[in-house]
């Protein structure tokens, strides 16, 4: 909840730097029938043209067709405890890349950490795939120096589309089942990763929110969005986790962008 407020109030103070408009803001707290429960923070803005920031905490029980699906959730009669928190943004500028961060703690009958960030331009700028990639190097090297190119590789393995054979972006990290014998570490790095994409991707969005474009531009970002759809529905583990915990399907697809297009 500390980590979704810290993003949801920088990304409306860049949107007072922009312009002085209202915001749509709408939060809506969620109950997940057979336990736990969430809110979604959804801002439609002129800078994010749609960023939703979830936070979740569930429990209960898997149905047992989908219990071979979870780790450990066999070995523990299908019972299951989770938190996460996500966030997708989409924006209006075709010059800014879109973004997505998630991290989550899941326990069954073993424990573990997951999440990641990755961020998906319409145009590929070279300088910001250095600062992006370079600013998650140092905070993985400060726990572990295997981390960065052993999570980059499943980041770049894991974001692809293989119906399209192309990559859904620029990569970053991504992790799963990260469990070591020093708890107090992993969740330590868990919540860097959540600080760590707020610190370089507000300075990414100042950076190029400001810059012209043409319409030409905004018409190849929402045939690139389609890309993004396509993935979340036929490849993203939390979508699926969430079909399959019986979450809330509007937190679920908040991560769609609002206007989209195939041609």
């Excluded at 736990?36 to 803005?45: D, S």
């Excluded at 600013?135 to 894991?158: L, R, S, V």
Aim: charged share 25%; proline share 4%; net charge neutral.
């Amino acid at each position: 909840m500390s980590l979704r407020d810290s993003i949801a109030d920088e990304f409306l103070a860049i949107e007072k730097e922009f312009s002085a408009e209202p915001l749509k803001i709408n939060r809506k707290k969620w109950d997940r029938p057979g336990g736990g429960g969430g809110e979604m923070t959804v801002i439609y803005g002129k800078v994010f043209e749609k960023v939703g920031v979830n936070i979740s905490i569930v429990h209960g029980k898997i149905a047992e067709k989908f219990i071979d699906e979870i780790p450990g959730a066999k070995e523990n009669d299908g019972k299951f405890w989770a938190s996460g928190i996500s966030v997708v943004s989409h924006m209006h500028s075709p010059l800014v890349p879109a973004a997505h961060m998630n991290t989550r703690f899941i326990v069954t009958a073993k424990s573990w950490f997951g999440g990641g960030i990755d961020f998906t331009p319409i145009y590929y700028n070279d300088e910001d795939y250095r600062f992006l990639h370079g600013k998650i190097e140092k905070m993985c090297n400060g726990f572990n120096f295997n981390y960065y190119p052993q999570f980059k590789k499943q980041c770049d393995d894991y974001f692809f589309l293989h119906h399209r054979k192309e990559p859904r972006g620029i990569g970053g990290i991504f992790y799963d089942n990260l469990s070591s014998d020093n708890w107090e570490n992993d969740f330590a790095y868990t919540q860097a990763v959540g600080k760590t994409f707020l610190e370089i991707y507000s300075f990414v969005v100042r950076k190029h929110m400001n810059k012209s474009w043409i319409e030409e531009q905004k018409e190849y970002q929402l045939i690139k969005r389609g890309r993004y759809v396509e993935f979340n529905l036929l490849y993203d583990r939390g979508t699926k986790f969430g079909i399959l915990t019986n979450g809330n399907p509007d937190a679920i697809m908040m991560s769609m962008p609002p206007l989209v297009r195939w041609q």
